[in-house]
């Protein structure tokens, strides 16, 4: 059985989100906005069909995918890209690569602890998000 990562998860510590928003070519003002941001992960999971949102004051994100089937992914108020994605559990983690014009683009998460852990990899940039749960 893969882990259960549902649920509502509120960020606490990120780590070269900078870095990675400038691999992705995101703008000063943007990234600046970015960073001051407080980030809320809604995780939802039905057996193998997710739905994840990324929500902030500013700007939310959303993807719903079902792990193994490869989907367009249009990275709308992110860096506007275009991008193939596919996810899949490896071991208890859930690996997404995201083909498209950057190299070696993809995030996984994992649970360990009371927190769930997110890398963001573009490039040669990997920032590593942690989460705790929202009540
Ligand atoms: C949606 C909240 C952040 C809004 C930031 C707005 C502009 C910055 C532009 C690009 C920054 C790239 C990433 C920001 C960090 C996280 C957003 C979601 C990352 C993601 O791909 O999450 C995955 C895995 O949980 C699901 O989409």
Redesign the pocket.
Known sequence: MPPDISGKWILETNDR?ED??KA?N?DFA??K??LA?S?T?L?TQDGDKFT?????T??????SFTVGVEFD?H?V???NRHVKSLIKWEGNELV?T?TGQKANRG?K?WLQGEKLY?E?TCEDVV?L?VFKRKE
Request: aromatic share 10%; charged share 20%; glycine share 2%.
């Open positions: 989100l990675y928003m992705l995101i943007t990234r906005i970015a941001l980030q992960k995780i994840i949102k990324t929500c902030s500013f700007r939310n994100y959303e993807i992914e990275t108020g992110l860096d997404c995201q995030w998460h997110l963001l920032c998000q």
